[in-house]
């Protein structure tokens, strides 16, 4: 039985955890996470990747513990591999991800979350927070790193040493969530539909979906080299993009005074 649900329509894709009831992964959950951030990224249809939860009470609540109780050493080494490479093959793909966070968000959930570019979450939704601790052990899905960036390394030693959990409110005061929506936000929509209607904004014809994947790839891969490659990196990607039909149609569009009409290529 299949670990998540995929839809794709108006060039969005949804990847939907769906493993009642907290939305925990497993190595298989990870495999299909894997290939469909794969196949997402190798469909040209496909401008935007958003990741939820299933139902309204869980985003994800981590890593499955029964499967890690009576996994060996050499299992949980090699799992916590596949999940580092599944979570940076997304963070790496040239294409906007948004987190929706409907619920609890915590361990490897919020590792998850992070791999994304933008996290909105729903107010009162749930708790968020990294308490590996707890287990004995520190979150190794790339929290360590990932909130590092975020929030600084005293602030994420704090939170994960503690193993505190903070409100979406919190988290996004801490710069850990992009936005937190409530009912004006979200003006009678349901929490999935109002993310599905702000991704699509990034979409054709509205946005230049390729200039919008580039411009994540140059501050990912930039942010972790030295300044001078990075510049080397965005001067690359911008020369890509002065090569697309985009471009073109940004910069004719500009100068007759229209509104461009892009269509991702």
Known sequence: MS???VDVRDGVCVIELNDPPAN???????????????AARMDSGVHVIVFRGAGDKFFCAGANIGMLKDADPDFKYYFCLHANE?????EQTPKLV????NGHTVGGGLEVALAADIRI???????IGLPEVALGVLPGTGGTQRLARLVGKARAI???????LLSMDEAKTLGIVTEVWGEAELQARSF?????DYARQFTPPNKASRAVGRMKRAVQSGAEAGFLEGLSIERELQQLLFQS????????ASVEKRKPQFRGR
């Not at 599944?86 to 997304?90: A, E, G, W, Y």
Request: no cysteine; aromatic share 4%; proline share 2%.
């Open 3 to 5: 670990k998540i649900r």
């Open 24 to 38: 925990t992964y497993s190595y298989e959950m990870m495999q299909e996470i894997d290939v469909a951030v794969l």
């Open 86 to 90: 599944t979570l940076t093959r997304l």
């Open 98 to 101: 948004i987190g929706a966070l």
């Open 121 to 127: 979450a729903k107010k009162d939704a749930g708790k």
């Open 158 to 164: 704090e939170l994960m040493a503690t193993g505190r």
């Open 192 to 196: 999935p539909d109002a993310v599905l």
């Open 245 to 252: 039909d985009d471009a073109k149609e940004g910069i004719a």
